[in-house]
C-alpha cells in the first residue's frame, strides 16, 4: 500500500496561509483598487487602423507616441489614456486601440461633454489624431508611404470610437452580477444532489476560496477587469468544483471500505493520495496551453488567460490542501453536534423516566 501524505496534519499552516491571501486580498481590494476597464467604468475606446504592418517593436513605438500626443493634445482639459492595446489584423496591417477617458480640473468630464470632445472623423481628437500621423509627425513611423498616399484612411476604416456611458456601465454591471450568481447558485445545486450536507458545505467554501484568490492576485497585479474577467471567473468556479469532486469522490469510496478502521484525517490523506497524480496532471496540461495563451495573446487575450492562471493555481493548491482539511473540520463539527443531540435526547428521557 502506497504510503499517505501528510496533508490533515498540516491543515493548520494552510488555514493560516489561505486566510492571509484573503486578508491581503481584501485590503488589495481598497488599496489600490481593482484595475476597472472600460466596460465598467465611463469612457471611450479609439481604434486605429493603420495601412501598413510593423514589428512588434515599431508597433509598440507608434503606440507610445500617438499616446502621448492624445494625452498632450487639449489645452482645456486633458485626455487620459487608460489602457493601449497593440495587435494586427487578419491581413497584417496595424491595430492601435486606446481605452481613455477625459478630465477637466481632475474629474471625469460628463458623457454629453466627453462625447463632443471626442469628435468623429472630421473634427475634435479623431481629427487631430489623423492629422498627426498623415500630416504633420508622420515621419515618426519608419514604414515606407503606402500607394494609398496615407498611412491611415480618412474615413470610418481608418479611425473609429466607441463610447460607454454611465447607464451602460450600469447595466454591464448589474449583468455580471447576475451571471456569476446564476454561475454559484447552479453550482450549489449540483453539489447539493451530488454530496452529502459535509462534502457540500466543504465545496462551496474551497469554491468562494479559489474565486477569491484568484480576484486577490488579479487586484495585486493590477490586471484591467473588463467583461473576460468576468468568463474567467465562471470558468475557474467550474474547474474549480471539477478539481474538488475527484477528492470528494474518493473520500466517499473509502469512507465506505475504511470508515470502522481509519481515522477521517487517515481516509482523506489516502484519499489525496491517491487521485494526486490525476489532480496535478490535469492542472497542469490546462495551465501550460493558458500560459502559452498569456504570452502569445494580445493585451485582450491575457485579461482573460491571467485570470484563469490564478484560478488554476489555487484551485490545484485547495483541491489538494484544502478541502480534504476542510472536510475534516466540518465532520466534526457534525459529529459533535450529533453526539450532544444525541446526549440531551438521553438526558431528557432519563428525566422523564424518573418522573414516572
Known amino acids: 500500500m502506497t504510503k499517505s ?4 496534519e498540516k491543515s493548520k499552516i494552510f488555514f493560516i496561509i489561505s486566510a492571509i491571501a484573503i486578508i491581503a486580498g481584501i485590503v488589495l481590494l481598497f488599496i489600490p483598487g481593482m484595475n476597472l476597464g472600460l466596460d465598467f467604468t465611463e469612457g471611450a475606446t479609439i481604434q486605429i487602423n493603420m495601412n501598413f504592418s510593423a514589428s512588434d517593436s515599431d508597433a509598440n513605438a507608434y503606440s507610445e507616441n500617438i499616446k502621448n500626443f492624445i494625452e498632450a493634445d487639449n489645452e482645456e482639459g486633458k485626455f487620459s489614456v487608460e489602457t493601449t492595446r497593440v495587435s494586427k489584423g487578419s491581413d497584417g496591417r496595424l491595430i492601435l486601440q486606446f481605452d ?14 466627453f462625447a463632443e470632445k471626442l469628435g468623429d472623423e472630421k473634427s475634435g481628437l479623431i481629427s487631430a489624431i489623423l492629422t498627426h500621423i498623415n500630416e504633420n509627425k508622420g515621419d515618426f513611423i519608419k514604414q515606407e508611404l503606402p500607394e494609398s498616399g496615407k498611412y491611415v484612411n480618412e474615413d470610418n476604416s481608418g479611425v473609429t470610437n466607441s463610447y460607454t456611458s454611465p447607464d451602460a456601465t450600469k447595466s454591464l454591471t448589474t449583468k455580471a452580477m447576475i451571471a456569476i450568481a446564476v454561475a454559484i447558485v447552479a453550482m450549489l445545486i449540483y453539489i447539493a444532489i451530488r454530496f452529502k450536507f459535509v462534502s457540500g458545505i466543504s465545496a462551496v467554501i474551497v469554491l468562494i476560496h479559489d474565486v477569491m484568490i484568484m480576484i486577490a492576485l488579479t487586484t495585486a497585479f493590477q490586471i484591467k477587469v473588463n467583461t473576460t474577467f468576468i468568463a474567467a471567473v465562471i470558468t475557474v468556479i467550474g474547474y474549480s468544483i471539477n478539481a474538488t469532486i475527484i477528492i470528494f469522490d ?15 484525517g487517515e481516509i482523506v490523506n489516502m484519499s489525496v493520495t491517491q ?3 490525476r489532480t496535478i496532471f490535469t492542472t497542469v496540461t490546462t495551465l501550460v496551453m493558458i500560459v502559452l495563451v498569456a504570452i502569445l495573446g494580445s493585451d485582450s487575450i491575457k485579461e482573460f488567460a491571467l485570470p484563469i492562471i490564478f484560478g488554476l493555481l489555487s484551485g490545484i493548491y485547495s483541491a489538494i490542501c484544502l478541502s480534504g482539511c476542510i472536510w475534516v473540520q466540518i465532520r466534526k463539527i457534525a459529529k459533535n453536534g450529533s453526539k450532544s443531540k444525541k446526549e440531551g435526547y438521553q438526558k431528557y428521557a432519563k428525566e422523564k423516566k424518573a418522573e414516572a
Do not use: C, H
Not at 501524505?5 to 490533515?8: L, W
Not at 477617458?101 to 454629453?112: D, I, K, Q, R, W
Not at 474518493?250 to 477521517?264: A, F, G, V
Open 100 to 113: 481613455l477617458n477625459y478630465l477637466y480640473n481632475g474629474e471625469t468630464l460628463p458623457s454629453a461633454e
Open 250 to 264: 474518493r473520500i466517499k469510496e473509502n469512507l465506505q471500505k475504511y470508515e470502522n478502521t481509519m481515522s477521517d
Open 5 to 8: 501524505v501528510k496533508i490533515v
Open 275 to 277: 487521485t494526486l497524480r
